[in-house]
């Protein structure tokens, strides 16, 4: 039986990982949990902590039917072992156990060293992945899975202001419950357990952004009109479809937006959700034209180009529509930060995908014509 080390990252891009290797035992390095589980108090992306409760839940379950530190079997076939670094082992020069990948990569050296001969690390990282070719470490790449079409293609206004939702059906649950039993008081601008009328202790479970979402909606049974626990709210409901992607959260999330915007129509961000939530929600027409609104206020919103794109494409099969909408994107991302190109290389790559899509579905593109020459694949 071959061995199978997973470093983090790969973990987090796909849980199902853990059951990917029936022919092999898998072993998790306990580094790797403890990076896993800092996850909880850090401010990071809400599908990444998402994925790591994912990813201990899992461990959890498998707990339950032996010991990890021993090894247990994996309901698809292998086993699956969880494994500490032994200070007594002696490492190559170059591995420090001061970082995380370091400490990753010794485990997988120290397994080797005890006799293991057809060891594989897999790992999505490019350093730690030539590293452990100088040490002899036989090394794979897994690809994540696809994280669902809003993560994959629809893009958000730079996460201005973005409330993680993390508190997903137990929230809705403590708040009708909270509604019902008449906890809140009248006092709601506070920010105190009383204002909120949540507990001292429960409150104290949660973190910031489940207490932000939290108090949004305490707010909005004593105000209905208050324009930012409108939109927090409204978030949070965009952020559960993107997790569970059902398509009632859509609806909600659009209940709320259009709610705000009768407050704040000039809000061009909260526009640009609303378009995506309209397409998810089934309503391309009203996607495409709302986040036409949106293009004609401010003509270089460069998510409102992008997401027209998608709903010309996606919703549409409108390929030269889609490709000139990603051909517009690319011109108002040449420059900027790392998040900006980011965007820039999705529109170019979605160009090349859309061009192989036409020429497919009997629609072929006049690339040059367009104007999409070296947007094709060559400079992707």
């Given at each position: ?269 909260v526009r640009t959700d609303l378009a995506a939530m309209y ?102």
């Amino acid at each position: 039986m071959r061995t199978v080390v997973l470093d983090t990252n790969v973990l987090l891009g796909d849980p199902g990982s853990l059951g990917a290797y029936p022919d092999a035992e898998v072993i998790i390095p306990d580094t790797v949990l403890s990076e896993i589980d800092k996850l909880k108090t850090q401010r990071v992306d809400p599908e990444l902590r998402f994925k790591g409760r994912e990813v201990s839940r899992r461990l959890f379950e498998l707990s339950e039917t032996g010991s990890l530190a021993d090894g247990v079997d994996l309901p698809a076939g292998g086993r699956l072992r969880v494994v500490p670094l032994n200070s007594d082992v002696e490492l190559p020069e170059g591995l420090a156990t001061r970082n995380a990948d370091d400490r990753i990569l010794a485990v997988a050296y120290q397994v080797c060293s005890q006799g293991c001969e057809d060891l594989t690390l897999v790992t999505n990282d490019l350093n730690m992945l030539l590293k452990a070719q100088t040490l002899g470490i036989k090394v794979e790449r897994r690809a994540e899975t696809d994280a669902g079409f809003a993560r994959k293609y629809i893009i958000r206004p730079f996460q201005r202001y973005r409330v993680p939702l993390t508190i997903l059906a137990i929230a809705i649950a403590v708040f009708a419950g909270v509604f019902a039993l008449g906890f809140y008081t009248t006092n709601l601008n506070e920010t105190s357990a009383t204002a909120t009328g949540v507990p001292t202790e429960f409150r104290d479970l949660l973190s910031a952004d489940q207490r932000t979402l939290l108090d949004g909606l305490v707010k909005l049974e004593a105000d209905p009109n208050d324009p930012e626990a409108l939109k927090n709210v409204a978030n949070a409901f965009y952020n559960l479809r993107d997790q569970t992607g059902n398509v009632q959260y859509a609806q909600k999330a659009i209940e709320y937006y259009e709610r705000y915007l009768k407050l704040r129509p000039d809000d061009q961000d909260v526009r640009t959700d609303l378009a995506a939530m309209y397409f998810y929600a089934g309503a391309t027409d009203r996607a495409i034209q709302t986040a036409t609104q949106v293009i004609e206020a401010s003509p270089d919103h460069v998510q409102a180009n992008f997401n027209l794109g998608i709903f010309y494409w996606r919703g549409r099969n409108d390929y030269q529509a889609a490709a000139l909408q990603f051909k517009k994107v690319v011109e108002l991302t040449q420059n900027g930060d790392s998040h900006t190109q980011l965007i820039n290389d999705q529109a170019r790559s979605n160009i090349a995908t859309i061009i192989k899509e036409a020429d497919a579905a009997g629609q072929p593109l006049d690339v040059k014509a367009l104007g999409l020459d070296g947007l094709d694949g060559g400079t992707i």
